[in-house]
């Protein structure tokens, strides 16, 4: 006997587009969180013999354009709460259009020309980094998931299949090293801007197929248009907001700190000549560990709130992190048997974490729903975004910070017999000791996020309820 077709947006259609809207936007995030610092150091051809003065360029850059994230981020998060509905809907055009955007856009950005001038190359990065930056800030993909359904049961599992897809993706880039060397012809020399091409442009064509499959939700689809009051009253009003915000930007440093500093530290701590193997270890830990953890977070969402769900995935995160500084304070970690068992578990808790985090920010969308009658989807998700390319930026500009501290260059510290220690404290800190902090801070906010217990939850989406119910009666009556 078969099976029944599952209603929208439960559908395989409507899964499918969720599950494979946003690989362009996985491939693109991990390469800016983990190989553009290392790319604009040690493969640009960026200031070559002149000792650290591509790192700070590179960490300067990153700074630059989280100034710019702070005035771009709300105003075309305002804008998106503003744009009209479409036939497409509200926000799967901006999905669609910037999704193509970013996508060339990164592209070039790993392909800066070798013949331009040191000036003209950094003028360069900086011009394509920013308009990637504000394209990426275009990409509303959790206002468009919100959009299909109240249920926390119905939007878990809309999110766990796309994180699935992108961890089990995540395997090929950890590989990215790898593969960019084998095209680089002499076996030894990466050729990154190829690389990009080559997994940035099939994997944008699929978000593309998966973004046009999706039926944008009519969930919002009765909330008047959005005024500069109405996000004051937000910024005034949304108290969970707030605190998950605060909470959300230490805890995604713990990721985005490992992924910015990780490259540097398997490179020299276990051998240069190493690195392709090195790297696709680490990048089978990653997909293990966020696999089982989307897994294991599934399972906990069961019994918790998505913030408790929170609070849990950071303390499991936290432990490994903080054993793995204090032994790094003795020397550099040259075991690969303590090394990666302890980020493996580290790793368990960041992909744990996704579930619950995103359904606290589609929690903060709904509060907004019932405080203010207006949802302000982009607003919320502009925030989010600020905060994820924050977090990216800060942790490859410390890293950077620490390169520039120990005067790294690539071709000296290559042919360096020995490594100088104060670059395995500073990495450690950055790697270990930051992360592990971020997450204990992280916990200790989210204590008082006010959707912690169940009860408090549940009222709210009780009276979102009742007030969609007297709104659809008051219709009918007039009708009538």
């Not at 900086?126 to 275009?138: C, E, G, K, S, W």
């Not at 805890?251 to 540097?264: C, I």
């Not at 903060?364 to 390319?389: P, R, T």
Request: some cysteine; hydrophobic content about 50%; overall charge neutral.
């Amino acid at each position: 006997m078969s099976q029944a077709k599952k209603a929208y947006p439960e559908d395989f259609k409507t899964l499918f587009g969720v599950t494979t809207m946003g690989l362009s936007q996985m491939i693109a995030n991990s390469l800016i969180t983990g190989f553009l610092m290392i790319y604009i150091t040690d493969y640009a051809g960026l200031y070559t013999g002149i000792a650290g003065q591509a790192a700070q360029a590179a960490t300067l850059m990153l700074l630059v354009g989280r100034l710019w994230d702070g005035i771009n981020d709300p105003i075309l998060g305002f804008l998106m709460d503003r744009s009209p509905r479409t036939k497409w809907g509200k926000f799967k055009p901006f999905m669609f259009w910037g999704t193509i955007a970013s996508a060339i856009l990164i592209i070039a950005l790993f392909n800066i020309p070798a013949g331009l001038s040191d000036i003209v190359k950094v003028a360069l990065l900086y011009v394509l980094y920013i308009v990637f930056d504000t394209a990426f800030t275009l990409l509303p993909m959790n206002p468009l998931i919100q959009s299909l359904s109240n249920d926390a049961r119905v939007r878990t599992k809309l999110l766990v299949a796309p994180r699935i897809v992108t961890t089990v993706l995540s395997i090929l880039m950890s590989f990215f090293l790898a593969i960019a060397i084998a095209l680089g012809g002499d076996g030894q020399t990466p050729n990154i801007g190829l690389a990009v091409a080559v997994f940035m442009v099939p994997f944008t064509a699929i978000s593309l197929i998966g973004i046009a499959l999706i039926k944008e939700g009519t969930n919002n689809a009765d909330e008047g248009q959005v005024s500069l009051r109405d996000v004051a009253r937000m910024l005034k009003v949304n108290r969970p907001l707030l605190i998950s915000s605060l909470s959300g930007l230490f805890g995604g440093f713990v990721f985005s700190f490992m992924m910015a500093a990780v490259t540097y530290y398997i490179k020299y701590a276990f051998g240069a000549e190493n690195l392709g193997t090195q790297s696709a270890i680490w990048g089978l830990s990653i997909l293990l560990g966020i696999l089982a953890g989307t897994f294991l977070a599934q399972f906990v969402q069961r019994f918790v709130t998505p913030g408790a769900g929170s609070l849990i995935s950071n303390a499991i995160t936290i432990a490994p992190l903080a054993i793995l500084w204090l032994m790094s304070l003795g020397g550099p970690i040259t075991n690969p048997v303590v090394f990666y068992p302890l980020m493996f578990v580290a790793l368990l808790g960041t992909g744990m974490n996704y579930i619950p985090g995103t359904l606290v920010n589609m929690e903060c969308m709904d509060y907004n729903k019932e405080e203010l009658g207006k949802s302000m989807e982009g607003m919320v998700n502009a925030i989010s975004q600020f905060l994820m390319k924050l977090q990216a930026a800060l942790s490859s500009a410390l890293t950077g910070a620490v390169l520039v501290a120990v005067g790294y260059d690539a071709e000296l510290f290559k042919d360096a017999t020995t490594i100088p220690g104060s670059l395995f404290s500073g990495l450690g800190l950055v790697l270990f000791g930051i992360p592990a902090l971020c997450g204990l801070i992280a916990i200790g906010v989210m204590a008082f996020y006010p959707l912690l217990r169940k009860s408090k939850r549940d009222a709210m989406y009780a009276r979102i309820e009742q007030s969609r119910a007297a709104t659809a009666e008051i219709g009918s009556l007039a009708d009538s």
